[in-house]
């Protein structure tokens, strides 16, 4: 019931939003979190009911993603066709897939050509790894089309280190950075594959240094921000990665996870206001993400406000019933609220489906000593020990060594 009252809250929430003037940025977030859960048919909906839609090239594309998601292929045309008379060239990339998926490799390669030529452009990486070419790309069309150089050399060889630095392999990407820097000394794409060495070699300072100083240059490059908000992460400066985030966020970049990136980076600075604040608009683009309910829980728990934490991690819990991390976290939060009972049955639930969490098995040992249990505690302390825990040394001296 609580679960159906919750999704009824929601869903009044964003039908009042569009009635009332929903921003064009929240329908485009709401749109990508519909879309990355798989639920294409509510992102048509939302959008069709969007005033002024049919003047918007970015919310025109969007729902023609959605209706390319449930193979409309001829209005998903409309839609990308529509988005290209208003801003030229942002749906051509959008025909391209359609037209791959079609089979007609000379038709989707015309439009890609198009976009490939306007700002629009998509990384090698991104074309490259797009499911929709894969009807096509064993075709003689599409192996002439990857002649041209789409590409500079600097581009190519940053896309090659960015594989390289994902893959852990330092060496081969510092060795390619060498040839990058002495054939394009200054280039920013040379700047830029190196600081993420520097993030893959942890050297974060150095790293932060050069997202800031390419940023000097470019304000606005989306690329360079989520670096330099990572590289800020990593450091363990959530400051400086939530003014990163924020300004993505003020781009108007349609990425929802922003604002749960966000959120964290403000739990880390104490700032829960803003935290929640961030975490609850979240949750209305994606009321069922799991990592968001939980955030929004810890938050509330670390604001002492356990009443209100249980509530997200039981939502939780109703939405993931076979995840031992959501009882885990409830039984984290009766803990602190000194209900034992309740948090030995959920630290319980957890380990029958994760028997081997030496922290669930501490924890449940300690609410059992508090529950005057102290033999059953004892096995537990046991297990979480030769699970290597050695925390548990100190409960199993105290209380299981006579």
Not at 150 to 174: D, F, R
Not at 211 to 219: A, C, G, M, Q, T
Not at 223 to 246: E, T
Request: contains cysteine; hydrophobic residues 40%; glycine residues 6%.
């Amino acid at each position: 019931m609580m679960k159906k009252k919750f999704l009824i809250f929601i869903s009044a929430f964003l039908l009042t939003g569009l009635v009332s003037g929903q921003s064009t940025y929240d329908l485009l977030l709401s749109a990508k979190a519909l879309a990355g859960a798989g639920k294409p048919n509510q992102v048509i909906e939302l959008l069709s009911a969007a005033s002024g839609i049919n003047n918007n090239s970015r919310l025109l594309t969007a729902r023609a993603e959605a209706k390319l998601m449930v193979g409309d292929y001829t209005r998903a045309i409309d839609d990308f066709s529509a988005a290209n008379k208003i801003a030229e060239y942002s749906g051509e990339y959008g025909l391209a897939k359609i037209y791959a998926l079609k089979g007609d490799a000379t038709t989707s390669l015309y439009h890609l050509e198009i976009s490939m030529r306007s700002t629009f452009r998509k990384s090698e990486s991104e074309i490259l790894l797009e499911p929709a070419f894969a009807r096509i790309e064993n075709r003689p069309e599409w192996r002439l089309f990857w002649k041209k150089e789409w590409y500079s050399v600097p581009e190519k060889k940053v896309s090659e280190i960015e594989y390289y630095v994902k893959s852990g392999n330092t060496v081969e990407a510092q060795n390619m950075l060498q040839e990058l820097e002495r054939d394009y000394p200054g280039n920013p794409e040379a700047i830029y594959a190196g600081a993420l060495i520097k993030i893959g070699s942890g050297k974060y300072g150095e790293a932060v240094k050069s997202f800031s100083d390419l940023l000097k240059r470019e304000p606005e490059n989306e690329k360079y921000l989520r670096a330099l908000a990572s590289a800020q992460s990593s450091m363990s400066n959530p400051a400086g990665a939530s003014a990163a985030y924020s300004q993505l966020i003020n781009m108007e970049t349609d990425d929802p996870e922003l604002f749960m990136l966000r959120a964290e980076c403000y739990r880390k600075t104490g700032e829960r206001e803003k935290a929640m604040t961030d975490i609850t608009k979240y949750l209305t683009f994606n009321q069922e993400n799991k990592a968001a309910l939980r955030l929004a829980g810890k938050i509330e728990s670390s604001a002492g406000n356990n009443l209100k934490a249980l509530e997200y991690f039981s939502q939780n819990l109703r939405l993931h019933p076979n995840d031992p991390e959501c009882y885990i976290d409830r039984g984290n939060s009766y803990f602190l609220s000194k209900s034992w009972q309740w948090a030995i049955n959920d630290f319980s639930m957890s380990l029958d489906l994760d028997p081997d969490n030496s922290e669930a098995w501490l924890s449940k040992g300690i609410a059992l000593v508090n529950s005057g249990k102290t033999v059953d505690a004892c096995h537990d302390f046991r297990q979480s020990f030769a699970l290597g825990n050695k925390k548990a040394v100190e409960y199993i001296s105290k209380y299981c060594i006579k």
